[in-house]
């Protein structure tokens, strides 16, 4: 009875969230009326609902980067493995829980001594293998990949991000190839970056802790005020994606946004090139606001 | 150097009544020494918390779920200036004291200072707390932390808004003015003080106050759960004293402990990753401290009502001991995205993963419990049944967060948020209602309905299985945490079905628990009345009579038999369960 | 012990966070501020493992019937007590009049902080020991106070190097 009961409610509930979504288009439309004509509407590369499998519509959005595949590899073997050993939980509970319930007469088995406990052993060590090994491989593997080695050379393309209460700030090179000079670029929420070519980052907070994530990419970093954190990675895909802030940094947290260009390399060469020429031109020594950059060291 | 036999008389309880009977109303059950009493000051305390942090989460649901649109029948009272739509300020300040509230005004009062205080005493066979004064003291501060909390929700400027984790810069003066954060700070500060007592009260109670013949080996999980966790309290409550302290000395006194270069005065040399080292030093602990309790008493209720012995108990309890000790080392996965340097942050990732060792042979023990058992359904039964699958999944997913690969993923996203509440909300919650429902009889002297008991299990176990399952879902998806409109970000907005359906789940929890809190007040007044031993269950607090006299045993017991003594072979055919104080040939060890 | 313990990882902390700060700074103390002459701690902390000592020959001394030798090394020793303390606050001060302030570096922050706090303990302690010398009930209580308070000597003793020099 309380079964029925149960599975109606949830079915009730089921429908009422299916109904509500009637307004969501409606809702959304009037919170970003400038969406449809920004040219930024493919952002995340996610197209209408009713074209993709649900794995695509609720994963993270279409990876962009020369590595992020490989996070998505990982997840999805953690994924099943942990479904497997999930499932095996759930027969563990419900199954035995029915097939041992209490009936008149029965007689539970007094477990004693060690005979029984070898399966436990078996099944412990054979998690450990599947998971925590793959896991702790890749884990130590990835550290040094991503976390130690930061790829450097002409051929990379090197930006100094300052987020701040509740903007990002980016800041490039420009023609002269040196940091905090009067031809360096410098955007707010914009950042461009060049197609197939590597991409390095310097980020050194303003203020507070946010979090520097680009979700296409699939990795994303802390900025801390007094610290300076690395990034890096290779887009490979053209297109504007998002950039969110991933820590708590305040009242506005939710708008940080900023957008990430993925451009043609002889696009993006222009661009510099354009800009360089423009911030030279109307630099202004006595603004102190611009002057927000850092030697690039190491 | 030390003269033991004159540092026992100072502790010689055991035959001694430690307070005399209490005679007025103040005595009885305002300023109490009583542990039961103290207990269900806790439990009084600790309900009235869970609602208000539980009313919070209903009101972040409804801005994910119906963003732009005023909150229901209370809305313009809560939010007068909006017209009753939640605005992004007052957002940040319900999931900071969500957080707040629920672990350490709700979860840690029912399940350590409830559970704690009512049973060990009466599991060990002791007439009363080792220090009862000292136990007192800790309920009178917890409820000062309390009152020091409510009022930081009053201040002009409003209460704290910077995340349970508080981390600076946020949290400095500069960035959160106001008192509303440092009344966090202090009303925090005032809880763990008053778990640092309990703690020690705990542990020199189950070190010296057992019955003869209660050795470790006899004694019950929840017994080994309650020890572990405190602890664990004692040793890391004090490190998030200090470096809350010298947070609130940098918001108050103008310090630059956690202040870095750039931003504070004449170039000193503060690091608000400190603060992040010294905050998760105690906090990984602390959410072991959370369960630990939970998983000793679903050890226990597994085998009760399974009627058979808890499958490799020893080896339960050593996994225990050695979670305890590997959770002190491995804080530095909350901090993968903050640059430590590569040699942290592997040995960090290497032990966490360890962790699910230890741990799964524990889970795999509770499983072991249930094989070819007698098992009965009874609502303790319901609730640890639930307590196992909500761990099992949510402790497996913690594999994606401790690997560093996935952990840059999905840090601060909601699998996170759907992670730490499956296994530290919700399968403490389930325990702790597990916990409930079978000491209710011994605590108030009456049954609570069952069958009300099987609705609420089912009305809240489903539910919350489709909030944080969809929550991790909507974390892969790429939707961040402690965020007010996940929309403004068109790669989240076609996440706004699977939000409301979490919501309307959530909503559907949370007037579940009425159904509880009917049910406990109800039988409370008018339940069937309850004989001393219900459940018919082995361990010491049920050879008392119900209710219990203030002394709790009129003879120290004599321990024979351990607690799980279910169907052994011995007991023949009329009984399936034998008294921890009963002596029988082939089953029990004399004293 | 446990409460020990306890006490212990508190100032644990303090101690490695004092210690993470020295480290880091390249110099100590550092430019522009006065540093904190080391004269007077210096006395502070041999008056107070002076009177660790005679606290504990008090306690050795302990004889229900005769209590005259414990009063007196036990009150020598809460007088020693008394002098650190005197000598801490002194520092402090003076330290304050010739203009230092916590908001000017960690550095002020550190040593301000830490002993006020190390200073507060102090003052508890000498009120527990301060209470066992006119109420002395047993051996047994007068061996915790006097374990807390060793324990408050070695905190100072292994805080004064981090932060004096």
Same mark, same amino acid.
């Given at each position: 009875m309380n079964q029925k009961l149960v599975r109606i409610l949830l079915s009730l509930v089921f429908l009422m969230s299916f109904g509500s979504m009637?307004?969501?288009?409606?809702?959304?439309?009037?919170? +970003?009326?400038?969406?449809?004509?920004?040219?930024?509407?493919?952002? *995340?590369?996610?197209?209408?609902?009713? #074209?993709?499998?649900?794995?695509?519509?609720?994963?993270?959005?279409?990876?962009?980067?020369?590595?992020?595949?490989? $996070?998505?590899?990982?997840?999805?073997?953690?994924? =099943?493995?942990?479904?497997? $050993?999930?499932?095996?939980?759930? $027969? #563990?509970?419900?199954? $035995?829980? =029915?097939?041992?319930?209490?009936?008149? #007469?029965?007689?539970?088995?007094?477990?004693?001594g060690l005979a029984e406990k070898k399966f436990t052993m078996v099944l412990d060590i054979l998690f450990f293998i599947t998971m925590d090994c793959y896991l702790i491989y890749f884990s130590v593997y990835d550290t040094k990949r991503f976390l130690m080695t930061v790829p450097q050379g002409p051929e990379v393309v090197e930006i100094q991000v300052m987020p701040q209460q509740w903007v990002w700030n980016f800041r490039y090179k420009g023609a002269d190839g040196v940091f905090n000079t009067p031809d360096d670029i410098v955007t707010v929420n914009e950042m461009w970056v060049p197609n197939g070519k590597q991409v390095?980052?310097?980020?050194?907070?303003?203020?507070?802790?946010?979090?520097?994530?680009?979700?296409?990419?699939?990795?994303?970093?802390?900025?801390?005020?007094?610290?300076?954190?690395?990034?890096?990675?290779?887009?490979?895909?053209? *297109?504007?994606?998002?950039?969110?802030?991933?820590?708590?940094? #305040?009242?506005? +947290?939710?708008k940080m946004k900023g957008f990430m260009k993925v451009v043609d390399e002889s696009d993006y060469q222009n661009w510099s090139r354009e800009m360089s020429e423009w911030s030279a031109a109307k630099y202004d020594p006595d603004d102190a606001r611009t002057h927000w950059g850092w030697q690039w060291g190491i | 150097?030390?003269?033991?036999?004159?540092?026992?008389? /100072?502790?010689?309880?055991?035959?001694?009544?430690?307070?005399?009977?209490?005679?007025?109303?103040?005595?009885?059950?305002?300023?109490?020494?009583?542990?039961?009493?103290?207990?269900?000051?806790?439990?009084?305390?600790?309900?009235?918390?869970?609602?208000?942090?539980?009313?919070?989460?209903?009101?972040?649901?409804?801005?994910?779920?119906?963003?732009?649109?005023?909150?229901?029948?209370?809305?313009?009272?809560?939010?007068?200036?909006?017209?009753?739509?939640?605005?992004?300020?007052?957002?940040?300040?319900?999931?900071?004291?969500?957080?707040?509230?629920?672990?350490?005004?709700a979860i840690t009062p029912i399940l350590i200072g409830t559970l704690g205080n009512f049973c060990i005493p009466l599991m060990i066979g002791a007439r009363d707390m080792l220090f009862p004064w000292l136990n007192m003291a800790s309920f009178w501060m917890t409820f000062a932390g309390g009152v020091v909390m409510f009022a930081s929700l009053f201040v002009p400027l409003g209460a704290s808004a910077v995340g349970w984790t508080s981390y600076p810069t946020l949290a400095h003066a500069q960035w959160s003015p106001g008192w509303g954060h440092s009344l966090w700070i202090i009303s925090i500060f005032l809880m763990g003080n008053a778990s640092i007592m309990g703690a020690i009260n705990y542990i020199a109670t189950i070190i010296?106050?057992?019955?003869?013949?209660?050795?470790?080996?006899? !004694?019950?999980?929840?017994?080994?759960? !309650?020890? @572990?966790?405190?602890?664990?309290?004692?040793?890391?409550?004090?490190?998030?004293?200090?470096?809350?302290?010298?947070?609130?000395?940098?918001?108050?006194?103008?310090?630059?402990?956690?202040?870095?270069?750039?931003?504070?005065?004449?170039?000193?040399?503060?690091?608000? %990753?400190?603060?992040?080292?010294?905050?998760?030093?105690?906090?990984?602990?602390?959410?072991?401290?959370?369960?630990?309790?939970?998983?000793?008493?679903?050890?226990?209720?597994?085998?009760?009502?399974?009627?058979?012995?808890?499958?490799?108990?020893?080896?339960?309890?050593?996994?225990? %001991?050695?979670?305890?000790?590997?959770?002190?080392?491995?804080?530095?996965?909350?901090?993968?995205?903050?640059g430590m340097s590569p040699l942290l942050t592997g040995a960090f990732t290497t032990l966490t993963l360890l962790i699910s060792i230890p741990s799964g042979i524990f889970f795999l023990n509770w499983l072991g419990t249930l094989w070819r058992g007698?098992?009965?359904?009874?609502?303790?039964? @319901?609730?640890? @049944?639930?307590?196992?699958?909500?761990?099992? %999944?949510?402790?497996?997913?913690?594999?994606?967060?401790?690997?560093?690969?996935?952990?840059?993923?999905?840090?601060?996203?909601?699998?996170?948020?759907?992670?730490?509440? /499956?296994?530290?909300?919700?399968?403490? !919650?389930?325990?702790?209602?597990?916990?409930?429902?079978?000491?209710?009889?011994?605590?108030?002297?009456?049954?609570?309905?069952?069958?009300?008991?099987?609705?609420?299990?089912?009305?809240?176990?489903?539910?919350?299985?489709?909030?944080?399952?969809?929550?991790?879902?909507?974390?892969?998806?790429?939707?961040?945490?402690?965020?007010?409109?996940?929309y403004e970000y068109t790669y989240l907005e076609?996440?706004?079905?699977?939000?409301?359906?979490?919501?309307?789940?959530?909503?559907?929890?949370?007037?579940?628990?009425?159904?509880?809190?009917?049910?406990?007040?109800?039988?409370?007044?008018?339940?069937?009345?309850?004989?001393?031993?219900?459940?018919?269950?082995?361990?010491l607090e049920w050879t008392t009579p119900t209710p219990v006299p203030v002394h709790n045993f009129d003879v120290i017991p004599e321990v024979f038999n351990g607690p799980h003594e279910f169907s052994h072979p011995k007991l023949g055919d009329s009984r399936d369960w034998i008294s921890q104080t009963e002596y029988l040939e082939g089953i029990s060890t004399p004293v | 012990m446990i409460t020990l313990a306890s006490w212990g990882m508190l100032f644990g902390t303090f101690v490695l966070s004092a210690g993470l700060a020295r480290v880091r700074a390249s110099q100590w103390p550092p430019d522009g501020i006065i540093g904190l002459d080391a004269y007077l701690p210096s006395i502070a902390t041999l008056a107070l493992i002076l009177s660790s000592v005679l606290i504990h020959k008090g306690y050795m001394r302990f004889d229900k019937e005769n209590l005259k030798e414990f009063k007196f090394y036990w009150g020598l020793g809460l007088l020693m007590g008394v002098f650190f303390l005197a000598l801490q606050s002194y520092t402090l001060i003076d330290w304050y009049s010739k203009g230092v302030r916590v908001s000017q570096h960690l550095y002020a922050s550190v040593i301000y902080v830490w002993i006020i706090i190390h200073g507060l303990h102090i003052l508890g302690a000498l009120g527990g020991l301060f209470y066992k010398f006119k109420k002395p009930k047993s051996a047994a209580s007068l061996q915790i106070w006097g374990w807390f308070w060793h324990f408050i000597d070695l905190v100072w003793l292994a805080m004064f190097p981090l932060l004096v020099f």
């Open positions: 009637a307004n969501d288009r409606e809702m959304l439309n009037k919170q +970003h009326p400038e969406a449809d004509q920004l040219q930024v509407h493919t952002l *995340g590369q996610r197209p209408e609902y009713g #074209g993709e499998s649900f794995l695509e519509r609720y994963g993270p959005p279409e990876n962009i980067t020369e590595h992020g595949g490989h $996070f998505d590899d990982v997840f999805a073997y953690v994924s =099943w493995g942990v479904l497997i $050993f999930f499932l095996a939980v759930v $027969f #563990g509970v419900v199954g $035995f829980g =029915w097939m041992y319930r209490s009936k008149p #007469g029965r007689k539970a088995f007094y477990t004693t390095s980052l310097q980020i050194k907070s303003k203020d507070v802790i946010h979090g520097f994530m680009v979700p296409n990419v699939r990795r994303q970093v802390d900025a801390i005020p007094g610290q300076v954190s690395r990034i890096w990675f290779k887009p490979i895909k053209d *297109g504007t994606y998002e950039i969110a802030c991933m820590h708590l940094c #305040g009242t506005a +947290h939710y | 150097m030390s003269d033991n036999k004159s540092f026992q008389d /100072l502790f010689h309880a055991h035959d001694d009544h430690l307070h005399g009977e209490p005679t007025s109303f103040i005595s009885k059950y305002i300023i109490s020494y009583d542990h039961k009493v103290i207990a269900k000051q806790f439990l009084f305390f600790g309900l009235f918390w869970a609602f208000v942090g539980a009313f919070m989460s209903v009101l972040i649901r409804w801005a994910l779920a119906f963003p732009g649109k005023a909150f229901p029948i209370v809305g313009s009272l809560l939010f007068p200036h909006t017209d009753g739509v939640i605005p992004p300020d007052a957002y940040t300040m319900l999931f900071t004291m969500h957080g707040t509230i629920m672990i350490f005004f010296r106050l057992r019955a003869p013949g209660l050795t470790a080996a006899k !004694l019950p999980l929840t017994i080994w759960g !309650l020890l @572990l966790t405190a602890v664990l309290n004692a040793l890391f409550i004090p490190v998030l004293a200090a470096g809350l302290l010298l947070l609130l000395m940098d918001r108050m006194f103008g310090t630059s402990f956690y202040l870095a270069a750039a931003i504070s005065q004449n170039g000193t040399q503060g690091d608000p %990753i400190l603060y992040q080292h010294l905050f998760w030093i105690f906090g990984h602990p602390e959410v072991y401290i959370i369960i630990l309790p939970a998983w000793g008493m679903v050890s226990d209720f597994l085998s009760f009502f399974s009627r058979k012995p808890a499958f490799g108990a020893k080896w339960t309890a050593g996994a225990f %001991i050695s979670i305890t000790l590997l959770s002190t080392v491995v804080y530095g996965h909350h901090m993968f995205t903050t007698n098992i009965q359904f009874t609502s303790p039964m @319901l609730f640890s @049944l639930g307590v196992v699958i909500t761990f099992g %999944i949510g402790g497996l997913t913690g594999l994606h967060l401790g690997a560093v690969p996935t952990n840059l993923l999905l840090h601060n996203s909601y699998f996170v948020v759907g992670h730490f509440h /499956l296994t530290m909300a919700v399968a403490s !919650l389930l325990g702790t209602y597990a916990a409930v429902y079978f000491w209710f009889p011994k605590m108030f002297g009456k049954m609570l309905s069952e069958k009300l008991a099987k609705i609420h299990f089912w009305t809240s176990f489903l539910p919350i299985m489709v909030i944080f399952v969809g929550m991790m879902v909507a974390g892969y998806a790429g939707m961040h945490r402690r965020i007010y409109n996940p076609h996440l706004l079905f699977l939000n409301r359906y979490i919501s309307l789940a959530a909503f559907l929890a949370f007037a579940s628990q009425f159904i509880f809190l009917f049910n406990f007040f109800y039988s409370w007044k008018k339940g069937e009345v309850a004989g001393s031993n219900p459940w018919k269950v082995g361990t | -």
